[in-house]
């Protein structure tokens, strides 16, 4: 990334519109600079948060079904970029772009060809999209706080046959993603962050302070290109923080979790001889204690900051005793 090439103007003015809560109005992508400069940065930071979710999907073995797929609301599309990317195109089933804005779905267009000739790409319009009987796989990407209401979405997305969906790590993204699940749990498997299909467990009135969020991690370059700093300096944004909601489904059936399966949510807070962990299994959400005392090797991981947060965690009182 060149900072110097990239409009700081137009970069701040769309970073404004994100934060104002009203991008949802209107189309706010004027140029194709507007496209390019946001896809070399703000996309690119999207991208790291996807790979993220792929990194924890390929953990769990999951694999895409074999379809065609629909990125809505696909900006610069670096949601499906990051999906080809990741699991390789497959050259017998369409790519469809949908987004209100023709240019955006026409630069996503562009960098998809140049990254996967052979694809077959369509762009679609609304009614196409009502048309359309089988979504396959449905990629949404940083769009929760743009939409009016949740209801065409879920309805596409029951009509789909994976939904693989990845946002901003808010608390109001989260919560509106628990809503999504909530409406479609009982048509599909849920294959993560949840490591079971049951009601949220936070949705439960203890929980009102949570929210399920996760955090990517920032590529070196991010710490040693000046382009970056200063992108992060001029945007106000702390480029270490990487945090996102996420909500994968599928109508396949999934690898079943074992009963002591949990995710662990958000940071933990690690302090001198322990951490408190909030952790998501079949039974509900809640704080769970780890001791250094107990587990020294889950700790040390824990303070190093690489502690995977899928586990399968025996637990007595509130407190972790295993780590299995
Ligand atoms: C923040 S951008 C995210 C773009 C892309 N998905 C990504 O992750 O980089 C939100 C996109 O949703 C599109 N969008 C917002 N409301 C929409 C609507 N009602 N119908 C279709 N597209 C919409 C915008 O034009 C924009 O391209």
Not at 222 to 236: C, L, Y
Not at 243 to 254: E, G, H, K, Q, T
Request: glycine fraction near 4%; include cysteine; proline fraction near 3%.
């Amino acid at each position: 990334m060149n900072i110097n090439d990239l409009n700081v103007e137009t970069l701040k003015r769309l970073r404004d519109a994100f934060l104002s809560g009203n991008a949802g109005d209107s189309d706010y992508w004027r140029s194709i600079e507007d496209l390019e400069s946001y896809d070399q940065t703000f996309a690119q930071r999207i991208a790291w948060k996807w790979r993220h979710v792929f990194s924890d999907l390929r953990k769990q073995n999951w694999l895409p079904p074999e379809t065609p797929c629909l990125d809505w609301g696909c900006g610069t599309g670096i949601a499906t970029r990051e999906f080809l990317r990741e699991f390789g195109v497959q050259s017998r089933f369409p790519i469809r772009l949908y987004d209100r804005s023709a240019s955006a779905m026409n630069f996503a267009e562009q960098k998809l060809r140049d990254d996967a000739p052979n694809a077959i790409i369509q762009q679609l319009s609304e009614s196409d999209l009502h048309r359309l009987e089988s979504i396959g796989v449905l990629l949404l990407s940083h769009i929760l706080t743009e939409l009016e209401s949740l209801e065409n979405i879920i309805e596409l997305a029951s009509r789909a046959t994976a939904v693989v969906w990845v946002d901003a790590g808010t608390y109001e993204c989260s919560r509106k993603l628990i809503a999504v699940r909530e409406h479609l749990r009982d048509q599909f498997h849920v294959v993560a962050p949840c490591v079971h299909n049951a009601p949220c467990g936070m949705l439960d009135d203890s929980n009102k302070a949570h929210w399920c969020h996760h955090f990517a991690e920032s590529p070196a370059e991010v710490f040693t290109e000046r382009a970056w700093s200063k992108f992060g300096s001029v945007m106000g944004i702390d480029l270490r923080q990487l945090p996102l909601s996420y909500l994968v489904l599928d109508r396949r059936p999934n690898v079943a979790f074992t009963e002591n399966a949990t995710r662990v949510i958000g940071r933990a807070r690690v302090y001198k001889a322990h951490a408190e962990l909030l952790c998501c299994n079949c039974t509900g959400v809640s704080e769970k204690r780890l001791t250094k005392r107990a587990l020294p090797e889950a700790f040390r991981q824990l303070k190093k900051g690489a502690f995977e947060t899928l586990q399968n965690f025996a637990t007595k009182d509130g407190e972790i005793t295993d780590v299995l």
